[in-house]
């Protein structure tokens, strides 16, 4: 398995146009619901459980990133900042989950993955620049 700062998910960030992360994380989080909404649908009781698991932390990045940009200093910032990484990396697992388990296709999965592992790269790269400055 790629690791999720690998050299290739860098270049694919540098290539296109900055967007900000507050809108990306919200667009992400209405992914996570439309996921949720579909495997409550399914009669797999496993599917309900970790699509609910996956809900929570998908959209508690969002709700972070939003907290963080009314943190009180900047070591409040990269705190919140970090809650959200760590909730993006548990959306990631729960993914995972989902995809090796065979509730969802890998396929249908596969794109939300990738958006999943850029969301924790951009997040861990906003940590990191902002410990940079003094």
């Not at 667009?27 to 929570?56: F, M, P």
């Not at 969802?104 to 902002?130: D, F, G, H, Q, Y």
């Amino acid at each position: 398995m790629q690791k999720i700062t690998d050299g290739d998910t860098q270049r694919k960030m540098k290539n296109k146009k900055p967007r900000d992360i507050r809108k990306r994380v919200f667009e992400y989080s209405l992914r996570a619901i439309k996921l949720y909404q579909s495997l409550q649908e399914g009669k797999d009781s496993v599917g309900w459980i970790i699509s609910k698991q996956y809900l929570r932390s998908a959209t508690a990045i969002g709700a972070n990133m939003e907290e963080a940009q009314a943190g009180e200093s900047r070591k409040d910032f990269i705190h919140k900042c970090s809650i959200a990484l760590k909730e993006g990396r548990e959306s990631l697992y729960w993914l995972r989950l989902l995809a090796e388990s065979g509730i969802i296709a890998k396929e249908r999965i596969t794109p939300l993955i990738a958006e999943t592992e850029e969301l924790v790269a951009v997040i861990a790269k906003i940590i990191i620049n902002t410990k940079k400055k003094k």
